[in-house]
Antibody, heavy 122, light 108 residues
Framework: QLHLQESGPGLVKASETLSLTCTVSGDSISSSSYYWGWIRQPPGKGLEWIGS???????SHHPSLKSRVTISVDTSKNQFSLTLRSLTAADTAVYYC??????????????WGQGTLVTVSS | EIVLTQSPGTLSLSPGERATLSCRASQSVSSGYLAWYQQKPGQAPRLLIY???SRATGIPDRFSGSGSGAAFTLTISRLEPEDFALYYCQQYSSSPYTFGQGTKLEIK
């Protein structure tokens, strides 16, 4: 059974950098052909796709975040990570990592982590 | 960017009734790359439908998806108490892979 688990700080200061990691168990990132994704949800609001990464390292990002976002993969640890720079209060959200149902596509996420709340303080 | 507009914003129905949720795209969603999710408070979204009409694993057959191009529908044939939740659509045909703003399905 596939399991994803986010980890990282729950509280970060404005203007600083957020680093989150998603640890995958039950599947090998390096031997699969999925686009592993990051999605966030501000409190009381809707879902926003942040970006996705393929096991080979190719990435795509939401253009509104592109200059601040880096998504990377560590196949040796079976993890992928999100780095978000120059944080503001608008980045306060629950951050999810997820895997799509279909290989080679970056949506239709059927496996999700439990989510981690990140609060940006001023 | 493809903008998804869901309607209605809130749908008030009773258990046993039929629910019809709409998702309209600002441009065509190619290959039917449209998904539907259900989300309950404090939980991650749950995939219901992908590819516009394919039910995800374990999803009851009272949930069905239809549509193509720029107009999609999620239908719940007979509402169960556990179906009252938030529902989102997502297109994944064109980056950025956007979500709709959601429809709240509440008990009447």
């Amino acid at each position: 059974q596939l399991h994803l688990q986010e980890s990282g700080p729950g509280l970060v200061k404005a203007s600083e950098t957020l680093s989150l990691t998603c640890t995958v168990s039950g599947d090998s990132i390096s031997s699969s052909s999925y686009y592993w994704g990051w999605i966030r949800q501000p409190p009381g609001k809707g879902l926003e796709w942040i970006g996705s990464i393929y096991s080979g390292g190719s990435t795509s990002h939401h253009p509104s975040l592109k200059s601040r976002v880096t998504i990377s993969v560590d196949t040796s640890k079976n993890q992928f990570s999100l780095t978000l720079r120059s944080l503001t209060a608008a980045d306060t959200a629950v951050y999810y990592c997820a895997r799509p149902v279909d290989q080679w596509l970056a949506g239709g996420f059927d496996y999700w982590g439990q989510g981690t709340l990140v609060t940006v303080s001023s | 960017e493809i903008v998804l507009t869901q309607s209605p914003g809130t749908l008030s129905l009773s258990p046993g009734e039929r629910a019809t949720l709409s998702c309209r795209a600002s441009q065509s969603v190619s290959s039917g790359y449209l998904a539907w999710y259900q989300q309950k408070p404090g939980q991650a979204p749950r995939l219901l439908i992908y590819g516009a009409s394919s039910r995800a694993t374990g999803i009851p057959d009272r949930f069905s998806g239809s549509g193509s191009g720029a107009a999609f529908t999620l239908t719940i044939s007979r509402l169960e108490p556990e179906d009252f939740a938030l529902y989102y659509c997502q297109q994944y045909s064109s980056s950025p892979y956007t979500f709709g703003q959601g429809t709240k399905l509440e008990i009447k």
